[in-house]
């Protein structure tokens, strides 16, 4: 459903991404590893629209079956489109309440009820965030601040949803919680992108895997053959 | 001073002091916004008084009609503003902007002097609005009482729109944020938009009340409102509409009761305003409601 074909970023004279390609299919968990710096962000913030100096070609195929290039548009346009982002750092609204932070990831909708149906949706899969609704998200912990991030990203009911470091500052056990959650969000039928340093967590729910190293795709495969894979081991697993 | 005496000086100030708030919320929005001061603001406060004289005196239009002309011309020069002199610039450092906005206003109130010439022209009240008539001790006209009134549904209105609506939602969001508010599929623009023919819309407003209350229009009428106004916002807190609205009220109870009370004084009148700017900056540089812009990483 995704085509990325030679993604070049730059930031004025930094060539902060070299001519990767990655595809992603309909129905996956696909992986994005890398260390401090590597482009992961940048690689998922050129998809989301919010990098000027992307170049290449990042095709995006939607239900109807017609191919659309993303690069040069909004970032509102891609939501439109189905294409979801929860950015790195979560980037909570810190006034606003858990709820009203979920309502304007309902923006693009107007479903009133539908809208309805998935804030108890995500509330399902957070309880937590039902008992905090009516607190301000500046006040919520680091980790249920990651758990409305997600929830968030999901209110755009979209048929792709980027993760940039869902794990980021999360003790051991939420990082399991987060993770089981990702999963069964990808087992009712949403495709993901998962950016991670969190190579172990991210390599174990991942369909398919790709390894960047200072801005180029050094490595792809399974998520299974990466874990065994002996430089991913000494690099990203603590050997 | 006697007591219809206070009423009389009462209602003006809060005449004068919601009018003051009207101008006020258009500064706070675009600044809670885009951390610009849109001088130009005065000038449609300007236009919009202009633009209800020409329409009712110089051409007749029935004063129902003529009103709706007036707000909607003045919001569309506002729009315009923003499209020409502030869009172009969003990546620009601020002080462009900033740059951009005395331009504008100077733009506005010279190009205003050429087309209206700079002779102050009178406003010939519709007579129902003049009618005096007692309340209790007290003589009013229904003008100020309208003011008033107009002034705070306006801005209760405009309450419920930023706290009950999407589009109020997207407002509160990209004062903190805007990529984040991106992401969720807010078009920026069209929030932006929004904000100036809001604020714009609410000038106009304040415009024709003030048109019709000091019955002239001039080029350079927006100016002292303006400052003024800015001063309320600040004083308010910048960001915060009930803010604004208070800040208004504020300088309008301080203006009119410092001269009601020490004639003498009335030589100062505007200066009031500036020694309270400078004093809020000193002790409560966040104003009265404003927020702390705080953030959790
Ligand atoms: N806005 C920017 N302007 C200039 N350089 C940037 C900008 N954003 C990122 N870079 C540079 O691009 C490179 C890749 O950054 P990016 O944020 O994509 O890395 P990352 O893989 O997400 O790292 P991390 O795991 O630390 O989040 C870095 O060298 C960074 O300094
Ligand atoms: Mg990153």
New interface residues.
């Given amino acids: 459903m995704l085509e990325i074909k030679n993604l070049n970023v730059w930031y004025g004279a930094i060539h902060a991404v070299h001519d990767i390609s990655m595809s992603i299919a309909r129905g996956e968990i696909v992986t994005l590893i890398g260390a401090n710096g590597a482009g992961k962000s940048s690689t998922i913030r050129a998809i ?1 629209g ?1 990098v000027k100096g992307a170049k290449g070609q990042v095709t995006w195929t939607g239900k109807d079956g017609r191919p659309v290039q993303l690069l040069g548009r ?3 346009y891609m ?2 489109l189905g294409i ?2 929860s ?1 790195e ?1 979560r ?6 309440t858990v709820e ?1 932070n979920l ?3 309902a ?2 909708r107007s479903d009133k009820d539908g809208i309805q149906a998935d804030i108890e949706y995500c509330y399902r899969l957070f309880p937590r965030l039902k008992e905090r609704r009516g607190q301000k998200g ?1 006040t919520l912990s ?1 980790g249920e ?1 990651q758990m409305l991030a997600v929830a ?1 990203a999901l209110m ?1 009911h979209p048929d792709l949803l980027m993760l940039d470091e869902p794990s980021l500052g999360l003790a051991p056990i939420l990082v399991e919680e987060v993770f089981a959650t990702i999963s069964e969000i990808n087992r009712e039928g949403r495709t993901i992108l998962l950016v991670e340093q969190n190579a172990y967590a991210a390599l174990r729910i991942a369909r398919k895997a790709y390894v960047l190293e200072t801005g180029a795709i050094t490595l792809q495969g399974t998520g299974a053959e990466l874990l065994e894979n002996p430089k991913v081991k000494e690099a990203y697993l603590g050997g | 001073m006697n007591f219809s005496m206070f009423l009389q000086h009462f209602t003006n100030a809060l005449g004068l002091g919601s009018m003051y708030g009207l101008i006020a919320i258009g500064y706070t929005m675009v600044y809670g916004i885009l951390r610009l001061i849109n001088f130009a603001h005065g000038d449609i406060f300007m236009l919009g008084a202009y633009f209800v004289f020409f329409a009712t005196i110089q051409y007749k239009i029935p004063w129902a009609l003529g009103l709706v002309i007036a707000v909607l011309g003045a919001t569309a020069c506002g729009l315009l503003v923003d499209r020409i002199a502030y869009r172009p610039l969003r990546d620009a450092p601020r002080i462009s902007a900033l740059i951009s906005a005395i331009g504008v206003s100077f733009f506005i109130e010279n190009a205003s002097i050429v087309a209206f010439t700079g002779v102050p022209r009178n406003v010939i009240q519709p007579k129902l609005l003049m009618e005096p008539f007692a309340l209790g001790t007290v003589r009013l006209i229904p003008l100020s009482l309208m003011v008033p009134v107009i002034s705070f549904v306006l801005a209760a209105g405009l309450l419920w729109v930023i706290y009950r609506t999407k589009q109020g939602l997207a407002m509160r969001s990209i004062s903190h944020d805007i990529e984040t508010t991106r992401l969720m599929g807010v078009s920026v623009d069209k929030t932006i938009a929004l904000t100036f023919a809001i604020g714009s819309a609410l000038a106009a407003v304040a415009g024709i009340m003030w048109a019709l209350r000091y019955p002239k229009v001039e080029p350079l009428m927006g100016m002292m409102p303006g400052f003024k106004a800015f001063i309320a916002a600040v004083f308010g807190g910048v960001g915060s509409v009930a803010g604004a609205m208070l800040g208004g009220l504020s300088l309008g109870f301080i203006e009119i009761m410092s001269v009601a009370f020490f004639p003498k004084l009335s030589g100062y009148r505007d200066a009031f305003a500036f020694v309270l700017l400078i004093v809020i900056l000193l002790v409560k540089p966040t104003g009265l409601l404003g927020e702390k812009l705080e953030d959790k990483i």
């Fill in positions: 989301a919010l909004p970032p509102e939501v439109k979801s982002l950015p750092g980037r909570i609204l810190p006034q606003l009203e309502m304007l990831g923006y693009i500046g680091g601040q968030r755009s």
